[in-house]
């Protein structure tokens, strides 16, 4: 278990070098994408078109933020992470695609996320759920929105971040899938405890 | 001052209390939980869950984005005028303290999915009402995230497996919840009375406090066994593993019908947020859970 801090963009070989367990912490360019977002970024790539954003080598962040505006300035007031697996159904091809080198959430994600990451290169960092004032804290800008039409929580909230984590590598590079091992340990471990309790 | 007014003040401020800044109970039982977690990964998120609600502390912000749908619990004393007043006073109280505090608009209209904008709606703010002797008023707030209810369960056992079957199915659901109510939760548990009741009783025992254990020997030591049983598990502090799944475990019961044999388990999840305050026949406000300037 090691610490690492990660600048934007992030080079493939950077993300090969983490495992399960590894704590990370980002600095640079972090976007906002729930279902919506994956949705239509997909589908501009498959008509040949480009999303507002290069993201190659920057970090995808599952969250619906509460956003207000300050004279002409938008302002993060929440920015917990949702939760992930509900874009299990875009992730494998965003990652693909858009090359985007850490996706961010909460509770994990599926077999497909998993080996699309060991295949493309990339790592899914969780954050503590409901830890919305740690992650407003690191957000040090609004840089721009995307797609308001979406709606404020749905929409492409491009942010510049110091220091965002504390992130658990959870699914790395390689293949494993830190929320999936506790899985079976709990299955493991069940037995045990139905028979301490007698049942 | 008018009761109506009192009440709504009160009521803003026992919001705000509740969103911004966790009971000592609970601050204390995370602060104990971080030091003894011996999984790294975990240890990582309870430490990230401390600095988080250390800094919505000190600036006055809601510690999660999500700040639940509210429910009042008034202990009235029978002696009280106008206590018909309370209701629309603390509906009230959370329009204001959804503008000022600010809390997220967490009430959506079922059939059309419209969401009111202010935290209201039918039976929302819910007031759960208890008549008891004096003349005191006391307002419990628990802001009720939807992450943790998603996982609340109801089990309507087979009375033949009685208490077996109960720790069976509270150990089912803990397992079943796993990562998705932001663990460290606190669990309620409630057996018998009737399906409602049951789940009745479970969320109100999630307000009792978490260094106080149960009057009755029986509970308390099924509350341990509990305890230690879902920490077993493994799950961890947001689920990534480690030996703190649950902070506590609160049980209570009622009497049950010879045929039925219901159980009901409701989640808190680390934001275990609640605030209480005693409006006293003067006019002076004791606030209970929170130390207040
Ligand atoms: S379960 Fe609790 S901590 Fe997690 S997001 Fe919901 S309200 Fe916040």
């Excluded at chain 2, 603390?90 to 809390?103: D, G, M, Q």
């Amino acid at each position: 278990m090691a610490t690492y801090k990660l600048n934007t963009p992030i080079s493939e070989e950077e993300i090969r070098n983490l495992q399960v367990n590894d704590v990370i912490y980002i600095s640079g360019t972090m976007f906002t994408a729930r279902d919506q977002a994956h949705r239509r970024a997909l589908e501009l790539y498959k008509e040949g078109k480009k999303p507002p954003l290069e993201m190659e080598g920057l970090a995808v962040f599952h969250c619906g933020p509460i956003v207000r505006k300050e004279q002409d300035k938008w302002m993060i007031v929440a920015a917990g992470p949702t939760t992930s697996t509900r874009m299990e159904l875009f992730e494998d091809e965003f990652i693909k695609n858009f090359k985007v080198r850490v996706v961010v959430g909460k509770g994990g994600m599926g077999p497909k996320t998993t080996d699309a990451m060991k295949q493309y290169g990339a790592v899914y960092g969780a954050f503590t759920g409901g830890a919305a004032v740690l992650a407003a804290k690191a957000v040090k800008n609004v840089k721009s929105v995307e797609w308001f039409d979406l709606g404020m929580p749905e929409a492409l909230w491009i942010l510049e971040v110091e220091d965002f984590g504390p992130l658990t590598v959870a699914i790395d590079a390689h293949g494993n899938n830190l929320f999936k091992d506790v899985q079976e340990k709990v299955e493991e471990n069940k037995q045990k405890i139905y028979q301490k309790l007698g049942v | 001052m008018k009761i109506e007014t009192l009440v709504e003040d009160v009521g803003v401020k026992l919001l705000q209390l509740a969103v911004t800044k966790l009971p000592q109970d609970v601050k204390e039982s995370l602060q104990q939980a971080y030091r003894e977690e011996e999984n790294g990964a975990g240890k990582t998120q309870l430490e990230a869950i401390l600095k988080n609600i250390d800094l919505a502390e000190k600036t006055s912000t809601p510690m999660c984005q999500d700040t639940g749908v509210i429910i009042f619990y008034i202990k009235a004393g029978a002696q009280t005028q106008n206590l018909d007043k309370i209701e629309k006073a603390l509906s009230k109280a959370t329009i204001r303290a959804t503008k000022e505090v600010p809390l997220r608009p967490n009430a959506v209209n079922p059939f059309t999915q419209k969401n009111s904008g202010d935290n209201t709606g039918r039976y929302v703010p819910f007031i759960h009402w208890e008549i008891v002797s004096g003349n005191t008023i006391e307002i419990t707030v628990l802001p009720k995230g939807g992450g943790s209810e998603n996982v609340c369960s109801l089990g309507m056992i087979s009375p033949g497996t009685g208490v077996k079957g109960l720790k069976n199915f509270v150990i089912d659901t803990v397992m079943n919840a796993g990562a998705k109510p932001c663990p460290p939760n606190i669990l309620g548990v409630a057996v018998g009375g009737g399906a409602d009741i049951a789940m009745k009783l479970a969320k109100e025992a999630l307000l009792r406090p978490l260094n106080e254990s149960n009057p009755d020997p029986e509970l308390a030591k099924l509350e341990t066994e509990l305890y230690d049983a879902a920490n077993m598990t493994g799950i961890g502090p947001m689920g990534l593993g480690g030996k703190f799944t649950v902070l506590g475990v609160k049980v209570d019961y009622a009497h049950r019908h010879p045929a039925s044999y219901p159980v009901a388990v409701a989640f808190q999840c680390w934001a275990a947020r609640r605030a209480s305050a005693r409006i006293h026949a003067d006019g002076t406000v004791e606030y209970l859970t929170h130390k207040v300037m």
